[in-house]
């Protein structure tokens, strides 16, 4: 009989060794969006210290990583934690240049404006003037809910307005609750009969601008089988990670905490039993990450 090697890990001390470069998600893993997570940030600095290897933070946030490094350090999270960052807004940036002159919708509050700083792009405040939308999440994610924008929704899914998603994330965790973000929106207009182009995690666009970063970091390519990803979010990080063939540490207190006992000690055959339901696996996990 085979037995299966232990899910849970003692820490990120237990696969440091084996790997060269780190894809590590931010919301959920080095912070709670009011919060680091001290450990955290302290184990991403000791794999830097001593393996050598470098860290790429890979988030589904939708703004310019700039601003994503300025937020970490209000929280508390150093920059020896990581080497470079890379954002979905980053990408989708990349796509809204490309595509050129269309008449842009924002849906979205007003702090994810940095995304679009020096663009040369048309916006409208007038949903009957839009030719195509950038949606990055709720305008008050504190207060709405995705229902109330089904309607909106369902009038330019009706002029077959492509959508732009910015934040793949469904939710995220801040501080105790969990808050919708801007792939729900793109989940129900899908689902009205809208067209939308998704550029986060799961999606290949951020982890080939990722390993493109991390290959420029090394000076050389690294082997997707020297990259380890970390993160909490079964259909973004962990599904994204399987999907690029990259060896993913699942953090399991995050927006799933509910799902497997005790937060802070998780029950590893729930772990277990979610990810063969999802169709997916993972190296290793922890509650937390450390070190």
Known sequence: MTVSAPLLVDGLRALAPSYKGILCDVW??????????????????????????????????PRPAKQVGE???SLGVPEEAYDDIVTSGDVTRAILEAQG???????????????????EATFTSNDDEAEAISCTGLADDETETPDDYRDRLQKLAERKLPMICANPDIVVERGDKLVWCAGALARLYEDLGGEVAILGKPHAPIYDAA????????GTPVPKEDVLAIGDGLPTDIRGAVSQDIDVLFITAG?????FGPSEDPEEHLIRRRLTEEGLRARAALPRLWW
């Not at 969006?33 to 860290?55: C, I």
């Not at 390993?211 to 090394?218: C, G, I, S, T």
């Open 211 to 218: 390993l493109e970063r991390l290959a420029k970091l090394a």
């Open 101 to 119: 002159s269309k008449t842009l919708l924002h849906i979205g509050p007003n702090r994810d404006q940095p995304l679009y700083w020096n663009l």
């Open 255 to 259: 927006i799933h905490a509910s799902d």
């Open 71 to 73: 937020m970490l350090a």
């Open 28 to 61: 959920g893993v080095l912070h709670n969006g009011v919060a680091a997570f001290e450990d955290a940030h302290k184990a991403l600095r000791t794999y830097r210290e001593e393996t050598g290897g470098k860290v790429v933070l890979i988030t589904n946030a």
